[in-house]
């Protein structure tokens, strides 16, 4: 649909001078951002790009979420004015040391996030990864009381700096955590981690953090592979396949699988969403509002005979498509589920098998391993690559304002009218015979005319702020015969 032509507003001596202020503010503060897809970029690699080139490719792509392992001080400056958001971790072997005091929670956030605030977007600090269930648990002496403990002190670290409203904390979880994850109406908890389960929930249900869970279908598929359909561990499609033990279909050997209390799943992502859900709702947290959240999720391209680039492009494919669509699962059909894929790239120095070094989109030269879409089609007319950025051809002697990816186009349409009309832009070349027309979309419109706007007012980073809209970018939007202006 093509968005309707530039609002021109007149604004005359006789309207009054607060309307205009409340017009302005409406459209320049700041607001919620729509959720985009998020992405895992692990480091364990000897061959990998640096930060600045990375944070510079993520932003010309539909990546608006970028969670690490650590709070490595590269990457961290890397992203610094990208508009891309970050969630960091404390370590697994930081937990113990976080736990004792709130001092020394503090001490951790004072010396690894706040020097980088607020150029860089920190959303969430993950306290630990998989702490419940890592292997190591016994030798490294974990202590599950430390976990709940640290995640209180870090809070009460941000609250004590008022942050707490801005970055959340929390911690992911593996599949491990259930007792089992089948039916999904029937999943519980393990029951040695239960009171300490009851402890996180509590403490997400007053903070309003999300609960994280590492989700893997491959693993479950790489195990059972005589009881699981592929295609169904691959997110299934729009006939819906499932788990032959437990499935039923039609004609041509379809299959869906049906749970005991009705719904019906045709990819294991879904079930294993709800079965956490059906978990969370057993300790008495059914009527809190706990979002959950798919912290990692992917599937590897090298190692076993699933794991081939064709199954992991499939995959990928179709879990970038399902955390765009807002769709929620059988059991809460309303409720956006956010996901980060796992992973960015290769990591060729990670402990484990073949499949654990080969879980990325991109190899450690920066190349693709398999082809999966990730433009952000309104910026430019192809897609940002890493040799593009080597090349120099994707960072000029400028910067640039253009509407963030998943921006709400109501907000948008008014930024347009706004910027187009007392904004004082001249938005010819957007129009139907102008050089911006195409593509026939609002947020390239929205685009063109919030860098014009941004250009013309000095390039403060308030100016390309549009309601939490706007993203200043380094790589040039330019595209065709439409030039994006620049100083």
Not at 225 to 251: C, D, F, K, R, T
Not at 370 to 392: A, N, P
Not at 422 to 448: M, Q, T
Request: hydrophobic share 35%; charged share 15%.
């Amino acid at each position: 649909m093509v968005p309707p032509p530039p609002l021109q507003l007149c604004f005359t001596p006789q309207l009054p001078v607060l309307l205009l202020f409340l017009f302005l503010l409406l459209i320049l503060s700041p607001s919620q951002n729509v959720a985009g897809v998020g992405i895992n970029y692990g480091t364990l690699g000897n061959n990998l790009p640096s930060p600045k080139k990375v944070a510079q490719l993520l932003q010309s792509t539909i990546i608006d979420k970028v969670k690490i392992y650590d709070t490595n001080p590269e990457i961290l400056e890397a992203f610094a004015n990208t508009g891309i958001d970050l969630i960091v971790a404390v370590e697994n072997y930081h937990v113990s040391n976080i736990s004792t005091d709130t001092a020394s929670a503090d001490e951790w956030l004072s010396t690894r996030v706040l020097p980088f605030l607020p150029a860089t977007s920190v959303v969430a600090i993950v306290v630990g990864n998989e702490y419940l269930t890592a292997d190591g648990n016994q030798m490294m002496k974990m202590n599950p009381k430390a976990l709940v403990q640290a995640m209180q002190n870090m809070h009460a670290a941000l609250l004590a700096r008022g942050l707490e409203r801005k970055i959340k904390v929390t911690t992911p979880h593996s599949m491990a955590v259930l007792a089992s994850s089948f039916p999904p109406s029937a999943s519980t908890f393990a029951p040695d981690i239960t009171p300490t389960m009851t402890s996180i929930l509590a403490f997400l249900a007053d903070t309003g953090a999300p609960f994280l869970v590492n989700a893997y279908p491959y693993f479950a598929y790489r195990d059972n592979p005589s009881s699981v359909n592929l295609e169904y561990a691959l997110l299934g499609g729009s006939a819906g396949v499932g788990i032959n033990a437990s499935s039923s279909g039609s004609g041509g050997g379809l299959y869906a699988v049906h749970d005991p209390k009705g719904y019906v799943y045709t990819n294991m992502l879904d079930a294993q969403i709800d079965a956490v859900r059906t978990a969370i709702n057993g300790l008495g947290f059914g009527n809190r509002s706990i979002k959950i959240t798919v912290s990692e999720s992917g599937w590897p391209s090298k190692g076993d005979s699933a794991a081939t680039p064709e199954n992991a492009k499939t995959y990928n494919t179709r879990l970038i498509e399902r955390a765009q669509s807002n769709k929620g699962t059988p059991m809460r059909p309303k409720e956006n589920i956010e996901v980060f894929v796992f992973a960015l790239f290769n990591e060729n120095k990670k402990e484990g098998g073949v499949s654990e070094r080969n879980f990325g989109i991109f190899n450690g030269d920066g190349s693709k391993v398999y082809q999966v879409d990730l433009s952000c089609q309104f910026c430019s007319d192809d897609e940002m690559t890493f040799e593009k950025i080597s090349s120099g051809v994707s960072r000029g002697p400028s910067v640039w304002c253009v509407a963030k990816p998943h921006a709400d186009e109501k907000v948008l349409q008014s930024v347009l009218d706004f910027c187009c009309g007392p904004g004082g832009v001249d938005c010819r070349e957007i129009d139907r015979s102008g050089g911006c027309f195409e593509p026939e979309k609002l947020h390239a419109h929205a685009s063109y005319a919030m860098n014009a706007y941004y250009q013309m007012h000095g390039r403060n980073y308030w100016n390309c702020d549009f309601k939490g809209t706007g993203l200043v970018t380094f790589s040039d939007p330019s595209y065709g015969t439409c030039r994006y202006s620049q100083q």
